[in-house]
């Protein structure tokens, strides 16, 4: 079936440091992918999206491509800073209708 | 617009209550679904929705009852509530069409001893 792998945290990184989160997902069909957010104690918020091959998601200095040569949907951001400090969910668009297919989470903290 | 609520925001139960987490939309969402998270596993799927009316299971349905008898809410009840229950439990809907992004609500915490 469908899943998705992503880098094992904790990630911990220095204030304006690059960051990269890796994702590697395994579908089939053409699934969206999206970069989730989960700020200490919330919900998750939805950070970036693809919807097809080679697209570039982009939100808050956050970016991923949409690689189907690789099944990759990587997560860079060139300078992080304390606030990004927060929990990052790799996810894919499932076969059953909307259902969203989660990675298990990586923890980055930035420290200043 | 409120978007996702739940309620409780915090719950202590003991083995064996019974009890339904609260969740609605206020955005005329067709989808709606219910996730647990547990440290290292992610956010796994228990029960969605494809409209009023119309339930089915995702991942780890086991000891979870779901009915949608609106549009707007989408309770989740534990019959009898088991220490491996313990978790945070999330709803979600999802607008029609487009990339199937899901909006969350805040979450509940669940604690059963």
């Known amino acids: 079936g469908d899943s998705v792998t992503q880098m094992e945290g904790p990630v911990t990184l220095s204030e304006e440091a690059f960051l990269t989160i890796n994702c590697t997902y395994t579908?089939?069909?053409?699934?969206?992918l999206f970069w989730y957010v989960q700020y200490p104690g919330e919900g998750l918020q939805l950070l970036l999206k693809?919807?097809?091959?080679?697209d570039k998601g982009s939100n808050k200095g956050f970016e991923a491509t949409y690689r189907k040569e690789t099944t990759s949907f990587h997560l860079e951001k060139g300078s992080v800073q304390v606030s990004d400090s927060a929990v990052y969910f790799c996810?894919?668009?499932?076969?059953?209708?909307?259902?969203?297919?989660f990675g298990k989470g990586t923890t980055l903290s930035v420290s200043s | 617009n409120a978007g996702v609520t739940q309620t409780p925001k915090f719950q202590v139960l003991k083995t064996g209550q019974s009890m339904t987490l609260q969740c609605a939309q206020d955005?005329?969402?067709?989808?709606m679904s219910w996730y647990r998270q547990d440290p290292g596993m992610g956010l796994r799927l228990i029960h969605y929705?494809?409209?009023?009316?119309?339930?089915d299971q995702g991942e780890v349905p086991n000891g979870y009852n779901v009915s949608r008898s609106t549009t707007e809410d989408f309770p989740l009840r534990l019959l009898s509530a088991a220490p491996s229950q313990t978790s945070v439990y999330f709803c979600?809907?999802?607008?029609?069409?487009?990339?199937?992004?899901?909006?969350f609500g805040p979450g509940t915490r669940l604690t059963v001893t």
């Open positions: 979600a809907s999802t607008p029609p069409g487009g990339a199937h992004e899901q909006y």
């Open positions: 579908a089939t069909g053409y699934p969206s």
């Open positions: 955005m005329n969402h067709e989808y």
């Open positions: 929705s494809v409209g009023a009316g119309i339930t």
């Open positions: 693809a919807t097809k091959a080679d």
């Open positions: 996810a894919l668009s499932g076969q059953a209708g909307t259902a969203l297919i």
